[in-house]
């Protein structure tokens, strides 16, 4: 079974710097799909970024990039010039081709000081 | 456009008792599924639906049931509700089959059983 981990329960970063979170997962499959999720104080979970495991390029949304190295089985989030709107749970998730399930890590609750 | 709608956001519960978590989706999105995030953990799949009329389990499914008639709603049963499903639980979305497509969450439902 694939699982997914969140090492670090919580992160804080001053406004307007650079955080990474780091997430591995565990799998034998070679094609597959990972994902970053924000859970805000309101608590809707929302879609971060998204890579798929046969692209070599990192994915990247604006102050948002990834740092996937497939062979470590890593998947870590970068977040640039850190916002207060920043502030969230962040929960990376894995989905295998054609499952329907996504399997989450433990979440890193991300703190910005201003 | 609501997106996906669940109530109610707040529950307290007595051992033994019944209940109905409602969730709405005015999306017309075929995939809807039912999570649970305990503390400290990630999300865990409990039962989904890939349209009206069918539904598979998750990881988690024992003390659940659902139900899928229409395309807008994936209501969950908890019947006879115990302290182990003290929990948040999370409605989701999906508009399609692509394991890219991106999930649509709900605000949450905390139910505490006592």
């Known amino acids: 079974a694939q699982t997914v981990t969140q090492s670090q329960p919580e992160m804080s970063v001053q406004e307007a710097e650079t955080v990474t979170l780091s997430c591995t997962y565990d799998?034998?499959?070679?094609?597959?799909?990972l994902f970053w999720y924000k859970q805000p104080p309101s608590r809707q979970m929302i879609l971060v970024i998204r890579q798929e495991a046969y692209k070599q390029q990192n994915a990247t949304e604006n102050r948002f990039s990834v740092n996937f190295q497939k062979a470590a089985k890593s998947f870590s989030l970068k977040i640039s010039d850190s916002q207060l709107g920043d502030a969230a749970m962040y929960f990376c998730a894995y989905r295998s081709a054609g499952a329907q399930k996504l399997v989450f890590g433990q979440g890193t609750r991300l703190t910005i000081n201003p | 456009n609501a997106g996906v709608t669940q109530t109610p956001k707040f529950r307290i519960l007595k051992i033994g008792q019944s209940m109905t978590l409602q969730c709405t989706q005015d999306m017309n999105h075929n995939y809807m599924y039912w999570y649970r995030q305990d503390p400290g953990m990630g999300l865990k799949l409990i039962y989904y639906s890939v349209g009206a009329g069918i539904t598979d389990k998750g990881e988690v499914p024992n003390g659940y049931n659902v139900s899928r008639s229409t395309t807008e709603d994936f209501p969950l049963r908890l019947e006879l509700a115990a302290p182990s499903q003290t929990s948040v639980y999370f409605c989701a979305s999906k508009a399609g089959a692509l394991v890219t497509g991106e999930l649509f969450f709900g605000e949450g439902s905390r139910l505490t059983v006592l």
């Open positions: 799998t034998s499959e070679s094609d597959y799909y």
